[in-house]
């Protein structure tokens, strides 16, 4: 992500209500990612194992975040980065800009 411009601004974020994997920011907009990692292809995509239960529990870690820093005011999106590891062979990463969208007023704080 770093290679793509983007700044790292917390690793494996933690609280009460669990943990948010990476927090970047991209720009001026401030990027909350999940990654998820599959030993094998054949198995169901990393991506489609974040289902609604996970984003609002992201969603929640989200504004809990928002709500402890100076970070409030920042427009904010959700990232999915997918991991593929096969027999030794090099991963396959995918980057889902804007996996998906809280449900409207009930999303971390927008500018």
Known sequence: MRRRGFQIVARNFRCAA???DLIAMDG???VF???RSRSSASQATPESTIGPAKQRQLVRLAQIFQEQTACHKLPCRFDVVSV???NGKEAQIEHFVDAFQPVAG??????
């Open 18 to 20: 669990g943990e948010i």
């Open 28 to 30: 001026d907009t401030l």
């Open 33 to 35: 990612v999940e990654v």
């Open 84 to 86: 593929v590891r096969e």
């Open 106 to 111: 009930r999303g971390p704080h927008q500018a």
